[in-house]
């Protein structure tokens, strides 16, 4: 299974950016999946998951400003970002979420929120 994220790029702050996450076959059907992302000098960090059934979870005060949703016929997920700050510059990557075994990690999205 391979994940590839796209969708990144030079955002101003207060802008959006969808983010998608596309994966090679059919993976998604119980799994839980979720977006990671790693800032310079930090350690990569769960942010937003989507269970099997559609319920989302999501840590450090982002829900509200990220919505992560899948879509299971087209093996993608989705982030869709919106009032990006600074702080929320990093690379973006999708995943599994355990208790679910990790794929082989993307090479993830870069974001960057800067004026």
């Known amino acids: 299974v391979q994940l590839v994220e796209s969708g990144g790029g030079l955002v101003q702050p207060g802008g959006s950016l969808r983010l998608s996450c596309a994966a090679s076959?059919?993976?998604?059907?119980?799994?839980?999946m979720g977006w990671y992302r790693q800032a310079p000098g930090k350690e990569r960090e769960l942010f937003a998951s989507?269970?099997?059934?559609?319920?989302?979870v999501y840590r450090g005060g982002l829900k509200g400003r990220f919505t992560i949703s899948r879509d299971n016929a087209k093996n993608t997920v989705y982030l869709q970002m919106n009032s990006l700050k600074p702080e929320d510059t990093a690379v973006y990557y999708c995943?599994?979420?355990?208790?679910?075994?990790?794929?082989?990690w993307g090479q993830g999205t870069q974001v960057t929120v800067s004026s």
């Open positions: 995943n599994t979420v355990p208790p679910f075994a990790l794929y082989s």
């Open positions: 076959g059919s993976i998604f059907t119980d799994n839980t």
């Open positions: 989507i269970f099997g059934n559609g319920v989302t």
